[in-house]
Nanobody, 121 residues
């Protein structure tokens, strides 16, 4: 099972930038789709961006054009670069590797512990 650890959260002013990192353990990282989600208290956890093993990306409408997801398989790390941050981007950001089958083996769904991003106005 892949272990995920997020970092890079903190306080940033509106209009600023921040880069989050999701470091993964395990040998299967390069074949895993990795997603960034965010959650505010009392609301569901929503997809922010996702990148698959081939580098194809998906973005939520609310962040498209401002956020960029990328991966470095040599470092077992996925990044979320956030530009033009808004107060409504304030949330706990989580890294996720959805469960999948590969080579007749099942790799379960995995979440990181989350990192807080606070955007001040």
């Amino acid at each position: 099972q892949v272990q995920l650890v997020e970092s890079g959260g903190g306080l940033v002013q509106a209009g600023g930038s921040r880069r989050l990192s999701c470091a993964a353990s395990g040998s299967t990282f390069s074949i895993r789709t990795i997603g960034w989600y965010r959650q505010v208290p009392g609301k569901q956890r929503d997809l922010v961006a996702r990148i698959d093993s081939g580098g194809s990306t998906v973005y939520a409408d609310s962040v498209r054009g401002r956020f960029t997801i990328s991966r470095d398989n040599a470092k077992n790390t996925v990044y979320l670069h956030m530009d033009s941050l808004k107060p409504e981007d304030t949330a706990v950001y989580y890294c996720n590797a959805p469960g999948m089958w590969a080579n007749f083996e099942y790799y379960p769904n995995s979440w990181g512990q989350g990192t807080q991003v606070t955007v001040s106005s």
